[in-house]
Nanobody
Framework: QVQLVESGGGLVQPGGSLRLSCVAS????????MGWYSQAPGKQRELVAA???????TYADPVKGRFTISRDNTKNTVYLQMNSLKPEDTAVYYC???????????????WGQGTQVTVSS
């Protein structure tokens, strides 16, 4: 089993910044894809940004130029730096990680518990 612990959410004014962190622990052989997803009330969970083990990144159009995803493979941690936040960024943000455990030939997707980000004046 793999556990994901997120931190860094909170209340911020429009134009402000937040940095989310997600640490993976447990039965980890290798981590492939690490990503952040958002889910606003009444909406489906959507990809915000993702990063592969080699460093390739992808972003949803609404956050391009404002958010930056990064990872520290030595700490099994993924970060999301969120700048120039807007009220429409308000959502629960989930960390999603694809992990291959030792001795297992397939990779599995794991989710964090979510952290609330509220952008409001």
């Amino acid at each position: 089993q793999v556990q994901l612990v997120e931190s860094g959410g909170g209340l911020v004014q429009p134009g402000g910044s937040l940095r989310l962190s997600c640490v993976a622990s447990g039965s980890i052989g290798s981590i492939h894809r690490m990503g952040w997803y958002s889910q606003a009330p009444g909406k489906q969970r959507e990809l915000v940004a993702a990063i592969l083990s080699g460093g390739t990144t992808t972003y949803a159009d609404p956050v391009k130029g404002r958010f930056t995803i990064s990872r520290d493979n030595t700490k099994n941690t993924v970060y999301l730096q969120m700048n120039s936040l807007k009220p429409e960024d308000t959502a629960v943000y989930y960390c999603g990680v694809t992990v291959q455990s030792p001795g297992v030939i397939w990779a599995s997707q794991y989710w964090g518990q979510g952290t609330q980000v509220t952008v409001s004046s």
